[in-house]
């Protein structure tokens, strides 16, 4: 089974509905992320968390918001979509110790028309 | 503000051509220098982690090297299974992990 899981794996919604992205992890990592890729602009993240009373925006958290339900769980939330928001999202997982290196879940394709 | 630049933007190669992708990076202090591979439509697949300047590091025919400015991925005698978008991050050492990652390098092999 996967590390890191990512539900659902494509959606297509309409301009201003809510849409929610959900992360699992089983590595036992405290640290989350959540980042969008898109063509030319490469992966840039949208929230992290340390735990799940420490929640931090990232470099585009506008429009976006997330919970952090237990240590496993990562989800995150469009208010109201918008069609700039189409991209792909991936949830990431790391330990913080001295490789702190992150993990990445397989996507989610999500199209806003 | 941490910068990361690859090049080539794509490289096409023949089965058993050796070649190498570039990573150059702008850091205010590097805590580590990833490399990435992903294939289309899936996650970002962790390959290596360097940490010093002259440091290098090994997996079947890929090689990662680091200087104080740059990264290179060596392929040797790539495979067609060895298509894939390598991406490069570093970490500046801030307490909450930041990643800047560069644009990536579209490696094709053909057979």
């Known amino acids: 089974d996967a590390d890191v899981t990512q539900t659902p794996r494509n959606r297509i919604t309409k301009t201003g509905k809510r849409i929610m992205l959900e992360c699992s992890q089983t590595?036992?990592?405290?640290?989350m992320y959540w980042y969008r890729q898109d063509p030319g602009l490469g992966l840039r993240l949208i929230y992290y968390s340390f735990d799940v009373k420490d929640i931090n925006k990232g470099e585009i958290s506008d429009g976006y918001s997330v919970s952090r339900q237990a240590q496993a769980k990562f989800s995150l939330s469009l208010e109201s979509a918008i069609p700039n928001q189409t991209a792909l999202y991936f949830c990431?997982?790391?330990?913080?110790?001295?490789?702190?290196?992150?993990?990445f879940g397989p996507g989610t394709r999500l199209t806003v028309l | 503000e941490d910068q990361v630049t690859q090049s080539p933007e794509a490289l096409r190669l023949q089965e058993g051509e050796s070649s190498s992708l570039n990573c150059s990076y702008t850091v205010s202090g590097l805590r580590g220098l990833f490399w990435y591979r992903q294939d289309p439509g899936k996650g970002p697949e962790f390959l290596f982690t360097l940490y010093s300047a002259g440091e290098e590091k090994e997996k079947e025919r890929l090689k990662a090297t680091l200087t104080k400015k740059e990264s290179f991925l060596h392929i040797t005698a790539p495979k067609p299974e060895d298509s894939a978008t390598y991406l490069c991050a570093v970490h500046d050492g801030t307490s909450y992990g930041k990643l800047t990652f560069g644009q990536g390098t579209i490696l094709t092999v053909h057979p």
């Open positions: 990431a997982t790391s330990d913080g110790g001295s490789t702190d290196t992150q993990y």
């Open positions: 590595k036992g990592h405290d640290r």
